[in-house]
């Protein structure tokens, strides 16, 4: 018996996150097995999403962080389901991404939770939120890469996507990080314009979109990283260096690997 009151504690503690995640999965599911239901299927999603936010915020439209989380949840969501939709092939796959993606919102709207609660993020959740922010923007980048190849879209398109989702990603980790000040808007635009030229040059390399995702991706993760440090007064020369070698190892990993799949 008492194990059953703690369970019963631990779901209606969490029954916000449970239900809203459950309901965003069923359409996740209805979308995929019933691809004629598209649009509608999208739609449906966002509003369940939208409310899934609000609700785990207490209903309240006032506060600025709520549009906040509304388009980090957004965000991380778009990531995910650009990759199922261009990607999945294998059903099992499907059900592997939809279970973690379960998870995830699951996980998200508890955080968001408690973020309403107390109005601050928890030292500990932070770097969890920054890699799954950084993932998303591989999602995005590989799901816009392959948006240009299917529907014929030139790079300027891509280069303005890019630059939307970068000030986007920069603006939620500054959020987080409490940085503020004009001198923010600076960062942005700097990071954004590097960002742009990246997206550029890759659009026209003829090797794998995956590949040229992660190249910008860990690009942006160096630069967004050295920011954020720069702004907390944080950044040394040994931080530079293992971040620098950290993308440096990450960027010669992959390139083998996409050598040996290339040359195989």
Do not use: C
Not at 49 to 78: C, P, R, Y
Request: net charge positive; no cysteine.
């Amino acid at each position: 018996m008492p194990n059953l009151k703690r369970v019963a504690r631990w779901l209606w503690g969490n029954r916000k996150a449970l239900i809203s995640s459950g309901l965003a999965l069923a359409i996740l599911w209805t979308i995929f097995f019933n691809t004629s239901w598209l649009g509608w299927g999208l739609i449906g999603l966002g509003v369940v999403l939208f409310v899934a936010v609000w609700w785990a915020t207490n209903f309240s439209f006032k506060e600025k962080s709520f549009w906040l989380l509304v388009a980090h949840m957004f965000w991380i969501s778009g990531g995910v389901i650009g990759f199922v939709l261009f990607n999945i092939v294998v059903l099992w796959h499907f059900y592997l991404i939809a279970g973690l993606v379960a998870v995830l919102w699951w996980w998200l709207l508890m955080m968001y939770e408690s973020f309403a609660a107390s109005g601050t993020w928890p030292v500990r959740v932070r770097p969890v939120l920054d890699f799954f922010d950084l993932v998303a923007y591989f999602f995005i980048g590989s799901t816009l890469l392959l948006a240009a190849d299917f529907y014929g879209l030139t790079a300027g398109w891509l280069v303005v996507a890019v630059a939307l989702q970068t000030v986007l990603a920069l603006y939620l980790r500054f959020w987080r990080e409490e940085i503020k000040g004009l001198r923010r808007w600076l960062y942005v635009v700097l990071i954004t314009l590097l960002t742009q030229e990246v997206m550029w040059v890759i659009s026209f390399w003829h090797r794998g979109v995956y590949l040229k995702s992660f190249m910008l991706a860990i690009l942006f993760y160096l630069m967004v990283e050295s920011v954020v440090h720069y702004a907390q007064n944080k950044l040394t020369v040994r931080v530079a260096l293992e971040y620098i070698g950290l993308v440096v190892a990450a960027l010669v990993g992959v390139l083998i690997v996409d050598g040996f799949l290339v040359l195989r």
